[in-house]
């Protein structure tokens, strides 16, 4: 079992930024992390994701104002989230899925901009 927990989540204003981190709680292989969102009354929507070798894949929506990125030797990754807008405003979740298949997912972070 893997728990993880997502932290860096707050409310900013318009043009903030906000750093996310996802920390597992131990080792574990992962093949692919991501991160999505989620507002009340929609379906959850990725966000951003990393595999093993650090190649990274992000929503058109977010390309160009977020950053993922992982330090592998401290079981976490990050979403540097820059050039906030209201539309970013969600709970954001981390998920792994290891190299056995199982997924994880954290309990989730906050996001609120305002304009």
């Known amino acids: 079992q893997v728990h993880l927990v997502e932290s860096g989540g707050g409310s900013v204003q318009a043009g903030g930024s906000l750093r996310l981190s996802c920390a597992a709680s131990?080792?574990?292989?992962?093949?692919?992390t991501s991160w999505y969102r989620q507002v009340p009354g929609k379906e959850r929507e990725f966000v951003s994701g990393?595999?093993?070798?650090?190649?990274?894949n992000y929503a058109d929506s977010v390309k160009g104002r977020f950053t993922i990125s992982q330090d592998i030797a401290a079981n976490t990754v990050y979403l540097q989230m820059n050039s906030l807008e209201p539309e970013d405003t969600a709970m954001y979740y981390c998920?792994?899925?290891?190299?056995?298949?199982?997924?994880?997912w954290g309990q989730g972070t906050q996001v609120t901009v305002s304009s």
């Open positions: 131990r080792y574990t292989c992962s093949r692919y």
């Open positions: 998920e792994i899925r290891t190299c056995s298949l199982f997924d994880y």
């Open positions: 990393i595999d093993r070798s650090g190649s990274t």
